[in-house]
Structures are given as structure tokens and as C-alpha cells.
């Protein structure tokens, strides 16, 4: 059995290429925002602190068949952390709609 990442095809997965010596530009994209709730995001912050982000895949990269024709640099942006886990797994809209409600407060 191979390496296959959940879709109900079961497409054997590919390698990701690794976007860090990108990262700058990846960054500057989005104004240093968070591309899904426009949260402002720290170049150098570490995991944990106040503007950590990571490198997001607005197609994910699970989008089947043929997953990784989806891992080129026009697909990659700015995301905070917690926006980036739920576009994975939840619906980013309530994110986004959350987040917007704690800024307006």
C-alpha cells in the first residue's frame, strides 16, 4: 500500500515542494495579511505568538485528481494559523465571519 492522502480515489500522493525560500514574497502577496480574514500577520513571529502564519494553498493540495498540479506558486498565500487549519478541515467562511465580528467589536 502507498502513501495516499484521504481522498475517496485513493490517489497516491506526491511530494510537496518546500515553498520556504519563497516565503518573503509569498508573504509580501497579501500585504503581510492573512488572505482569508485580512488578520494583520508577523513576518519572523514564532509559532504561538501574536501574528504567526503559515504558508496556505488556496486549492488544497487534497483537491483530487491530480492534487499536485495545485502546488505552484500562484496557489500559495499568507494565512494565519487557525485560518489555515479550518480552510483544511472546517468551512472557512465561519472563520472569516468570526473574525470579522471580533475586529468590529
Not at 485513493?10 to 518573503?24: A, D, L, Y
Not at 492534487?67 to 494559523?81: G, I, M, P, Q, V
Request: aromatic share 10%; proline share 4%.
Amino acid at each position: 500500500s502507498g502513501d495516499f492522502h484521504g481522498c475517496t480515489r485513493k490517489c497516491p500522493k506526491k511530494p510537496r515542494k518546500n515553498w520556504n525560500s519563497r516565503r518573503q514574497e509569498i508573504f509580501v502577496k497579501t500585504d503581510g495579511q492573512c488572505c482569508w480574514c485580512r488578520r494583520k500577520l508577523v513576518y519572523d513571529a514564532k509559532m504561538g505568538e501574536e501574528g504567526e502564519w503559515e504558508i496556505e494553498h488556496y486549492v488544497p493540495l487534497i483537491t483530487c485528481p491530480g492534487h499536485e498540479k495545485y502546488d505552484t506558486f500562484s496557489n500559495l498565500f499568507a494565512a494565519c494559523r487557525e485560518c489555515n487549519v479550518c480552510h483544511n478541515f472546517e468551512d472557512i467562511d465561519s472563520v472569516v465571519n468570526d473574525e470579522n465580528e471580533r475586529m468590529n467589536r
